[in-house]
């Protein structure tokens, strides 16, 4: 059922507007926006879970099903090579369809990856148990992108002006949650070979309550009534032509470059951080605590400046100064991850890194779809995200490549079986990516806000319509 109208701030409005103005514009919220919220929240932390679940206990994995280390891997990465090219795609299914149908196929295909990879577990007998592994992973696979920034078109389409950040950011934070979820949860389920159907079951709960609400809760792609200017003014532009104009548009081009260059710097991140600490003698357990906090504090931080950009409407202000300081905690974890016996100072960049880097990732994709109106939400923000995910799969090949083996310290606690590999070249090339993609976009990323200004002028229209109406004579 519909909830009513919004109060306090009305959607759409200018700071100095009346309270009456969203009404008067036709504007309106509804509760139901909430539901779908935590819906395609769900479904984001669900598949980010499943996406790294095998992770965290590959030997295990790998011993129980008779798979290499190789193979264990590439249960996690077909998500990074299938989700380039099945994003783009998703671009043009999300403006097509619809936010409600898509979210329900992405229910649906998570749901299915889930069960399907499961079935090796059960206890009839399966010749190939890597080709279900496989199959399931990549069926999840197929919907990262789509929920990873579907979140931006939620937000436009369902809230108002000064709940956009903030509910984008919830949405995008999710998925975040997930890969948090996946790290805590499968070395606490599984302990010996035994656990693993146990934990595979598990992983499909989450999955299967996303498809559920999807499927019985979500009736409208769209609201009723659009809360805002910027939702009521929403254009269909075909898909070809919206990526034309994005691609026209120098300052999104900038962002999509130099954000999506970071955001393949964090994935790169946490797929190395194991590895590039257990050559200074620093264990599984430290590293997994780092990345732990890496995320906590990303998700602490984006609540607290989504809210704040929520009120101030200071995306790039925001976004340049997160990432500014982003580059110089890189630089830090560059040269701190050398050494030995520095626990203390990694976990306090690790907890800085997410702070300052992972904390404005909604706000960059809100600010993504301000500067590119009045093309769709979906292929803006998708399109940042299709990027990340190419540079993410870029930047581990590119470091992985740069490593080499040498003579085995007394203090590695690598347990791969050969030397370990010195990550010093390749920490100082992610630090100085870093750096240049920062000083880049701090120079050359201008922009108005585009969508903001159009829900400005729209309102002042109907505002000065109201005070030239003729007013009714006084009654005597």
Request: include cysteine; proline fraction near 5%.
């Amino acid at each position: 059922m519909d909830g009513g109208a919004g109060g306090g701030r009305g959607a759409g409005r200018g700071p100095d507007a009346p309270p009456a103005l969203g009404a008067l514009l036709g504007y309106r919220v509804y509760a139901r926006r909430w539901l779908f919220l935590l819906v395609l929240s769900l479904l984001n932390c669900s598949n980010a879970a499943l996406w790294l679940s095998f992770a965290p206990v590959a030997d295990i994995i790998a011993h129980h099903f008779v798979l290499s280390t190789e193979q264990i891997n590439w249960l996690s990465l077909i998500y990074l090579v299938v989700s380039i090219p099945s994003g783009v795609v998703a671009i043009w299914v999300l403006d097509s369809v619809g936010l409600r149908w898509a979210t329900i196929t992405c229910a649906w295909l998570n749901f299915a990856g889930s069960t399907f990879r499961a079935l090796p577990s059960l206890a009839i007998k399966i010749e190939d148990p890597f080709a279900f592994l496989m199959g399931g992973q990549s069926l999840c696979a197929l919907v990262q992108t789509m929920v990873i920034f579907s979140p931006a078109k939620l937000a436009a389409l369902w809230f108002p002006e000064h709940q956009r950040v903030t509910a984008n950011m919830i949405g995008t934070m999710s998925n975040s949650l997930g890969i948090l979820m996946a790290n805590l949860l499968s070395p606490t389920l599984v302990k010996k070979e035994k656990d693993i159907p146990w934990m595979l079951g598990i992983y499909i709960i989450p999955a299967g309550l996303a498809c559920l609400l999807a499927t019985a809760c979500l009736w409208d792609s769209v609201p009723p009534s659009p809360p805002s200017a910027g939702a009521a003014r929403c254009t269909s532009e075909r898909f070809l032509e919206g990526l034309k104009l994005l691609l026209h548009n120098r300052a999104y081009v900038t962002l999509a470059v130099c954000f999506g260059g970071g955001i393949g710097i964090f994935s790169g991140f946490l797929a190395l951080l194991e590895q590039v600490l257990c050559v200074k003698g620093y264990s599984k357990e430290f590293a997994g605590l780092c990345g732990a906090l890496f995320i906590v504090f990303g998700v602490l931080g984006a609540l607290v400046l989504s809210l704040y950009v929520d009120q101030t409407k200071q995306f790039t202000e925001a976004v340049k100064i997160g990432y500014c300081l982003t580059s110089v905690v890189c630089v830090a974890f560059a040269l701190v991850s050398q050494l030995q016996g520095q626990t203390l100072a990694l976990v306090t960049i690790c907890s800085l890194l997410g702070l300052f880097g992972l904390s404005v990732v909604p706000i960059a994709m809100e600010l993504a779809v301000e500067c590119s109106f009045p093309v769709s939400e979906g292929a803006a923000a998708g399109l940042v995200v299709v990027l990340g995910q190419a540079a993410g799969a870029l930047v581990v090949v590119l470091l992985t490549a740069l490593s080499v083996r040498r003579a085995e310290p007394s203090t590695s606690t690598c347990q791969d079986g050969q030397g370990p590999l010195d990550w010093k070249v390749s920490m100082l090339l992610m630090a100085g990516l870093c750096a240049l993609f920062s000083c880049c976009l701090t120079l050359f990323f201008h922009t108005r806000y585009r969508r903001l200004e159009a829900e400005a002028r729209m309102s002042r229209s109907i505002q000065d319509d109201a005070d030239r109406a003729p007013q009714p004579a006084a009654t005597p």
